[in-house]
């Protein structure tokens, strides 16, 4: 395409999504660099929704994307809210396109 980026060409195709499901965190560590931690901005179900799309999109040559989710503290939204972002994923992880890398930091997940 003339006059445009092929980013295919140059980054080769995306592996990861990195989402922020809220910027709460409850954690307070000395060295967070994210100035929003104090705030409850949560994502909505339609956001995911689309990104759940675009991550389709993104896997439909057989490669499988890494989805993680970043903060504030993803957790900090509690399980029922945190599970109703994951569902538009659901198919997609079932297919083996996409996977949830884990990565705990002690914090229980709030049973709201």
Known sequence: MEGSLDFNRW???AKTLVLQPT???NLDCMYCYLPF???SNEMSP????AVAASAADLTGSGDELDIVWHGGEPLALGRRKFAALLAPFEELRHAGRIQH???QR???AGDE
Not at 46 to 49: D, H
């Open 46 to 49: 339609e956001v995911a929704q």
């Open 11 to 13: 980054f080769g195709r």
């Open 101 to 103: 890398p884990r990565h």
């Open 37 to 39: 931690r104090r705030l």
């Open 23 to 25: 910027t709460l965190c």
């Open 106 to 108: 002690h914090n229980p």
